[in-house]
């Protein structure tokens, strides 16, 4: 059974940094293509980030671009989201995905 | 970026009734490998969004034949025949063709 666990969300400052995981297993984690998706309470979803299953490439949206970096530990089966420079906006419940299957999401806050 | 316009935005149906939701794209979502890139998903009341469909028509693993995807280029739509209650939700299209991939607003479905 596919399994995406997220962890390392919180409360964080306007400006500060915070880095979220997301394990991976129940399939071979090395052959997917990953991506973060958020959701800001009561909005829509909107993605941040993919990665292609190497790492080598990666794609982010426009108001993360500099900001943010998304990567990938395939040895442990583990995908990444730095985060930095945090804006209010960012506020969010974050989502780790992989095509049809999605984590149970961790939530940002980031506020003074 | 690709705008995906969803509507109706909400829906209210009793059970057993068969409704429709449309997504237009502002854009093709015909990839250069001849794909589609259109998926619809359902979030439920305080869960993780869950991928129903996946490229126009496809069903999910797990997800019943009461759903089912039409479409094409520009224009799609889901039919759910037959509304259980556990069908009750947000509904999203979502395209993965074009970055930055993007989703539409939502359509809300709610019991009569």
């Known amino acids: 059974e596919v399994q995406l666990v997220e962890s390392g969300g919180g409360l964080v400052q306007p400006g500060r940094s915070l880095k979220l995981s997301c394990a991976a297993s129940g399939f071979t984690f090395s052959n997917y293509y990953m991506a973060w998706v958020r959701q800001a309470p009561t909005k829509g979803l909107e993605w941040v980030a993919s990665i292609t299953n190497s790492g080598g490439s990666t794609y982010y949206r426009d108001s993360v671009k500099g900001r943010f970096t998304i990567s990938r530990d395939n040895a442990k089966s583990t995908l990444y989201l730095q985060m930095d420079s945090l804006r209010s906006e960012d506020t969010a419940t974050y989502y780790c995905t992989r095509g049809g299957h999605w984590g149970q999401g961790t939530l940002v806050t980031v506020s003074s | 970026d690709v705008v995906m316009t969803q509507t109706p935005p909400s829906l209210s149906v009793a059970i057993g009734q068969s409704v429709s939701i449309s997504c237009k794209s502002s854009?093709?979502?015909?990839?250069?490998?001849?794909?589609?890139?259109l998926h619809w998903l359902l979030q439920s009341p305080g869960r993780s969004p869950k991928r129903l469909i996946y490229q126009v028509s496809n069903l999910g693993s797990g997800v019943p034949d009461r759903f089912s995807g039409t479409g094409s280029q520009k224009d799609f739509t889901l039919k759910i025949s037959r509304v259980e209650a556990e069908d009750l939700g947000v509904y999203y299209c979502?395209?993965?063709?074009?970055?930055?991939?993007?989703f539409g607003a939502g359509t809300k479905l709610e019991l009569k």
């Open positions: 979502a395209q993965t063709t074009h970055f930055p991939n993007t």
């Open positions: 854009q093709s979502l015909v990839y250069s490998d001849g794909k589609t890139y």
